[in-house]
T-cell receptor
């Protein structure tokens, strides 16, 4: 069964460093998302991406964040200068487009020291 | 921001009995609702969904009920099995035809099914 994959599973970085989280969505899906879950808190929407551009973003998704679909299969989330409060599980999701049943990857645990 | 709320952080049921997980929402623009199941160290797994034009949707052991006037939905699992033990998230979306819309999640309910 097709699935969303994410790498790395765990990323440790120093505050102020740039990180890139990678996702490979399901191949025939058209819509892509990033969510995050800070430990003990809700899953929160960050950004949605369709047709090579951002379609929606939350207040969390400030200028430090960017997304890209560089090669038609990967979907990346970049954090330019990480802060301690960026420590969270980051989930990528994709959607085929007919309904709103988004399929999630296993997540990347980002730890900012 | 508490647009989607799951008031019970945990629920414990006996194997074979019914599990009922509840979810309330405040945003009347929501018209598509989903339940996800999550195991530790894994991403949320889609379980079942319901559109606001329906009041019930059933898939095997899982049934979701929607009460629009009360802005309340529930997930029934019957019979409950030990493998159902996980965290269950309710999520909502506005205008599913615009599939770019975000999901708004509740805080989750940890279900423990005892053998």
């Amino acid at each position: 069964e097709p699935e969303v994959t994410q790498t790395p599973s765990h990323q440790v970085t120093q505050m102020g460093q740039e990180v890139i989280l990678r996702c490979v969505p399901i191949s025939n899906h058209l819509y892509f998302y990033w969510y995050r879950q800070i430990l003990g808190q809700k899953v929160e929407f960050l950004v949605s991406f369709y047709n090579n551009e951002i379609s929606e973003k939350s207040e969390i998704f400030d200028d430090q964040f960017s997304v890209e679909r560089p090669d038609g299969s990967n979907f990346t989330l970049k954090i330019r200068s990480t802060k301690l409060e960026d420590s969270a599980m980051y989930f990528c999701a994709s959607l085929r487009g007919q309904y709103n049943e988004q399929f999630f990857g296993p997540g990347t645990r980002l730890t900012v020291l | 921001d508490q647009q989607v709320k799951q008031n019970s952080p945990s629920l414990s049921v006996q194997e074979g009995r019914i599990s009922i997980l509840n979810c309330d929402y405040t945003n009347s623009m929501f018209d598509y609702f989903l339940w996800y199941k999550k195991y530790p160290a894994e991403g949320p797994t889609f379980l079942i969904s319901i559109s606001s034009i329906k009041d019930k949707n059933e898939d095997g052991r899982f049934t979701v009920f929607l009460n629009k006037s009360a802005k309340h939905l529930s997930l029934h699992i019957v019979p409950s099995q030990p493998g159902d033990s996980a965290v269950y998230f309710c999520a909502a979306s506005a205008s599913p035809r615009n599939a770019g819309n975000m999901l708004t999640f509740g805080g989750g309910t940890r279900l423990m099914v005892k053998p």
